[in-house]
């Protein structure tokens, strides 16, 4: 087993609508493989079924050598999933909603008081993870969330969007945590992006999706090298004929 | 100022009712709820009408005397009466199932010698009694109206000679015997808790549960912490199981506040019976098995109306959407509560009685009745018929819960049907 996920010729289907059409990709252990394209291209229906909330109409997806299908639960204890529009729980302070998550990953207390101190750290909230979640700003609740998802050190972080809707700031710091974490932890991620900015200073290889399809897959610098562009937003538009 | 007024009251009209959980919920459910509401009470009132009407009256004469029978003959007028001479009213009890009646009056001895006393020598002292008997069940609100009528022919009687020259002495005839002195209306405080108090509260009582379960799971999906949850490492089944049994416990002690809250109300009725009547034996007042009995019912229909409103939550996108879902459910709870509290089960016809009992809330407002009386095989029939009902919604919504059904399945108003529906944004 060398690679963190390997995606077979994956086939997703919503009635008439093709979310993902015969997609295939691999991410190598501890790599950062970002997925990018428009609204609608799949990558969340991508993230999603690596992240067993849905099936794959055909293909495979496997997780560490897991199945998503068929050994869902394994996978579910070796990921983490942060949503594009997660949430959290509006009535539970920060602290309370950190060691709520931890004791789904372990019931040792030593363990769930470490994780939620470092998610304490990670989230840079300092005395405000005393307060209730709705008093939170957007930014804030983000960086509760990425803490979240990393805190149970997880070998695969799935990451949908993590700076979504996020000011300069509050997407910088939410990028620093995400690097500095991935190079001390060893953490492979999968995430995605709308931001061909952030892809490019975050992820080592991308894969560019469009209807459903990769139309173009590599290192950043490799991709711009190839279609002589300045960056990936030209790459893309390239790709897909807009220029 | 009011410039765009017309255009913004039309868009507002045209959101509003192009809605279709609005259209639903404002305009069609009342349309369809009210006239069956209407139609409900309207056959509720005549049944107990007709029953007053077609209704046979024994009359114990054991006077004889002249005035005795002149009361007959006017009784007669109005009555369906059969009579029966020179015998005791526990004899007549026999003879009440073979006239087909729940009710008998007796013209003591002596009823013509006050009457003829009273009117020779105006004395308000002497007065002509007779007994009122009448059987008592409990079973609707209408069951009174017989001895209502008694008491307004009396008053007729009484214009023809002198004002209270004839008295009516009433007894309550319950679980076949004599209670002599127990005013059937004295009663009426209880069975008015029997067939308003409980089933209003049963069915207040399933309404806040089922809005508590629905909005836990919508919330989920409103505040967007479903996703998250789904994909932590734990069995999906408890996710389930954890909503439930935090809905469960509110409903639970919902329902101990309930009977503690019932036995007090019914407490405060039954101080104006006399305290040597036991109301437990007499079957006016549940005993121990019966509270027993009424709060599993209570318990089993709340759990299958928690169940039922996390499965049609399940479908709704928010917590709107999940109250105006459950509201579907509403005319479940009320049409068979509100049905019951002026009817008894077995007086309705055979095909709406197979309707209320497949609905199982109905269940915890027959059971209510049955205990009273001392049925307790209706109820525990009930509990196991609720039971199996529940278990089968509750294997539906797990099986929900582990599929990505959970995510995915919307309900679609336009055609009524469920069927999977994914914007662009989420793919």
Same mark, same amino acid.
């Given at each position: 087993m060398s690679s963190a996920i390997e995606v077979t010729s994956a086939v997703k289907r919503f009635g008439e609508i093709l979310a993902l059409d015969n997609l295939s990709f691999r991410i190598e252990l501890g790599e950062i493989f970002g997925l990018i394209g428009p609204n609608g291209a799949g990558k969340t229906t991508a993230l999603r079924i690596a992240s067993t909330l849905l099936l794959p109409t055909s293909g495979t997806v496997k997780v560490f050598g897991l199945d998503v299908v068929n050994d869902s639960a394994q996978v579910r204890k070796v990921i983490t999933y942060l949503p594009e529009e997660a949430g959290v729980y509006r009535n539970l302070s920060g602290w309370e909603y950190l060691k709520f998550m931890a004791k789904f990953n372990t019931e040792n207390k030593h363990e769930i008081d470490r994780m939620v101190e470092e998610a304490a750290e990670i989230s840079g909230l300092g005395e405000r993870l005393k307060d209730k979640a709705k008093t939170y700003s957007k930014g804030m609740k983000r960086r509760l969330l990425v803490a979240r998802a990393l805190m149970s050190k997880p070998r695969l972080a799935i990451l949908d969007e993590p700076t979504s809707g996020l000011d300069v700031l509050h997407s910088y710091h939410v990028r620093e945590i995400i690097k500095r974490h991935v190079k001390e932890e060893r953490v492979t991620v999968l995430l995605s992006s709308h931001n061909m900015l952030e892809v490019e200073h975050l992820c080592d290889r991308v894969a560019l999706l469009d209807k459903g399809k990769i139309v173009a897959k590599g290192k950043p610098q490799e991709l711009k090298e190839r279609f002589e562009s300045e960056n990936l937003e030209e790459v893309f538009a390239k790709v897909v004929g807009l220029v | 100022m009011f410039k765009g007024f017309v255009n913004i009251l039309m868009k507002e009209l045209k959101e509003l009712l192009r809605d279709p959980k609005i259209f639903l919920g404002m305009i069609i459910i009342p349309v369809i709820m009210f006239p069956l509401l209407g139609a409900v009470m309207n056959f509720s009132v005549q049944s107990a009408l007709e029953k007053v009407e077609n209704a046979t009256i024994i009359v114990l004469n054991n006077d004889e005397g002249n005035y005795s029978k002149f009361f007959i003959n006017f009784l007669n007028l109005s009555l369906r009466i059969i009579v029966i001479t020179n015998t005791t009213p526990e004899e007549v009890l026999n003879s009440l199932s073979k006239y087909n009646t729940t009710q008998f009056v007796e013209i003591p001895y002596g009823f013509s010698k006050n009457m003829t006393q009273h009117i020779q020598?105006?004395?308000? $002292?002497i007065t002509a009694f007779i007994n009122f008997y009448a059987v008592f #069940?409990?079973? #609707?609100?209408? !069951?009174?109206i017989g001895s209502s009528a008694i008491d307004g022919l009396v008053e007729q009687f009484n214009r023809n000679f002198a004002p209270n020259i004839v008295c009516t002495e009433k007894s309550a005839i319950i679980k076949e015997k004599i209670q002599k002195g127990v005013d059937p209306s004295m009663l009426s405080g209880l069975m008015i808790s029997q067939s308003i108090a409980m089933p209003i509260t049963i069915m207040i009582l399933l309404q806040v549960s089922m809005q508590i379960a629905a909005t836990s799971v919508a919330m989920e999906k409103e505040e967007k912490t479903l996703e998250t949850l789904l994909s932590l490492p734990m069995d999906r089944f408890a996710i389930l199981m954890g909503k439930l049994s935090g809905s469960i416990l509110v409903a639970a002690v919902g329902a101990l506040a309930y009977m503690i809250g019932f036995n007090y109300y019914l407490g405060s009725f039954t101080t104006t019976i006399p305290s040597e009547v036991d109301l437990v034996s007499l079957g006016l007042a549940p005993s121990l098995i019966g509270y027993l009995l009424l709060g599993i019912s209570l318990f089993v229909a709340l759990l299958s109306a928690l169940a039922l409103a996390v499965i049609m939550s399940a479908?709704? !996108? $928010?917590v709107r959407s999940a109250q105006s879902m459950i509201g579907f459910i509403y005319p479940l709870i009320f049409i068979p509560s509100l049905l019951l509290m002026f009817l008894d089960v077995n007086s309705i016809p055979f095909i709406l009685r197979i309707i209320i009992y497949a609905i199982p809330f109905s269940h915890p407002v027959i059971a209510a009745k049955a205990v009273t009386m001392g049925d307790y095989l209706t109820a525990f029939w009930g509990i196991i018929y609720v039971t199996a009902f529940t278990l089968v919604i509750m294997y539906i919504a797990s099986r929900l819960f582990a599929t990505e059904k959970i995510l995915t399945t919307k309900l679609k108003f336009k055609w009524l049907k469920i069927r999977r529906r994914t914007s662009v944004e989420e793919l």
């Amino acid at each position: 087993m060398s690679s963190a996920i390997e995606v077979t010729s994956a086939v997703k289907r919503f009635g008439e609508i093709l979310a993902l059409d015969n997609l295939s990709f691999r991410i190598e252990l501890g790599e950062i493989f970002g997925l990018i394209g428009p609204n609608g291209a799949g990558k969340t229906t991508a993230l999603r079924i690596a992240s067993t909330l849905l099936l794959p109409t055909s293909g495979t997806v496997k997780v560490f050598g897991l199945d998503v299908v068929n050994d869902s639960a394994q996978v579910r204890k070796v990921i983490t999933y942060l949503p594009e529009e997660a949430g959290v729980y509006r009535n539970l302070s920060g602290w309370e909603y950190l060691k709520f998550m931890a004791k789904f990953n372990t019931e040792n207390k030593h363990e769930i008081d470490r994780m939620v101190e470092e998610a304490a750290e990670i989230s840079g909230l300092g005395e405000r993870l005393k307060d209730k979640a709705k008093t939170y700003s957007k930014g804030m609740k983000r960086r509760l969330l990425v803490a979240r998802a990393l805190m149970s050190k997880p070998r695969l972080a799935i990451l949908d969007e993590p700076t979504s809707g996020l000011d300069v700031l509050h997407s910088y710091h939410v990028r620093e945590i995400i690097k500095r974490h991935v190079k001390e932890e060893r953490v492979t991620v999968l995430l995605s992006s709308h931001n061909m900015l952030e892809v490019e200073h975050l992820c080592d290889r991308v894969a560019l999706l469009d209807k459903g399809k990769i139309v173009a897959k590599g290192k950043p610098q490799e991709l711009k090298e190839r279609f002589e562009s300045e960056n990936l937003e030209e790459v893309f538009a390239k790709v897909v004929g807009l220029v | 100022m009011f410039k765009g007024f017309v255009n913004i009251l039309m868009k507002e009209l045209k959101e509003l009712l192009r809605d279709p959980k609005i259209f639903l919920g404002m305009i069609i459910i009342p349309v369809i709820m009210f006239p069956l509401l209407g139609a409900v009470m309207n056959f509720s009132v005549q049944s107990a009408l007709e029953k007053v009407e077609n209704a046979t009256i024994i009359v114990l004469n054991n006077d004889e005397g002249n005035y005795s029978k002149f009361f007959i003959n006017f009784l007669n007028l109005s009555l369906r009466i059969i009579v029966i001479t020179n015998t005791t009213p526990e004899e007549v009890l026999n003879s009440l199932s073979k006239y087909n009646t729940t009710q008998f009056v007796e013209i003591p001895y002596g009823f013509s010698k006050n009457m003829t006393q009273h009117i020779q020598t105006p004395n308000q $002292d002497i007065t002509a009694f007779i007994n009122f008997y009448a059987v008592f #069940s409990g079973s #609707s609100m209408f !069951e009174q109206i017989g001895s209502s009528a008694i008491d307004g022919l009396v008053e007729q009687f009484n214009r023809n000679f002198a004002p209270n020259i004839v008295c009516t002495e009433k007894s309550a005839i319950i679980k076949e015997k004599i209670q002599k002195g127990v005013d059937p209306s004295m009663l009426s405080g209880l069975m008015i808790s029997q067939s308003i108090a409980m089933p209003i509260t049963i069915m207040i009582l399933l309404q806040v549960s089922m809005q508590i379960a629905a909005t836990s799971v919508a919330m989920e999906k409103e505040e967007k912490t479903l996703e998250t949850l789904l994909s932590l490492p734990m069995d999906r089944f408890a996710i389930l199981m954890g909503k439930l049994s935090g809905s469960i416990l509110v409903a639970a002690v919902g329902a101990l506040a309930y009977m503690i809250g019932f036995n007090y109300y019914l407490g405060s009725f039954t101080t104006t019976i006399p305290s040597e009547v036991d109301l437990v034996s007499l079957g006016l007042a549940p005993s121990l098995i019966g509270y027993l009995l009424l709060g599993i019912s209570l318990f089993v229909a709340l759990l299958s109306a928690l169940a039922l409103a996390v499965i049609m939550s399940a479908f709704a !996108e $928010d917590v709107r959407s999940a109250q105006s879902m459950i509201g579907f459910i509403y005319p479940l709870i009320f049409i068979p509560s509100l049905l019951l509290m002026f009817l008894d089960v077995n007086s309705i016809p055979f095909i709406l009685r197979i309707i209320i009992y497949a609905i199982p809330f109905s269940h915890p407002v027959i059971a209510a009745k049955a205990v009273t009386m001392g049925d307790y095989l209706t109820a525990f029939w009930g509990i196991i018929y609720v039971t199996a009902f529940t278990l089968v919604i509750m294997y539906i919504a797990s099986r929900l819960f582990a599929t990505e059904k959970i995510l995915t399945t919307k309900l679609k108003f336009k055609w009524l049907k469920i069927r999977r529906r994914t914007s662009v944004e989420e793919l």
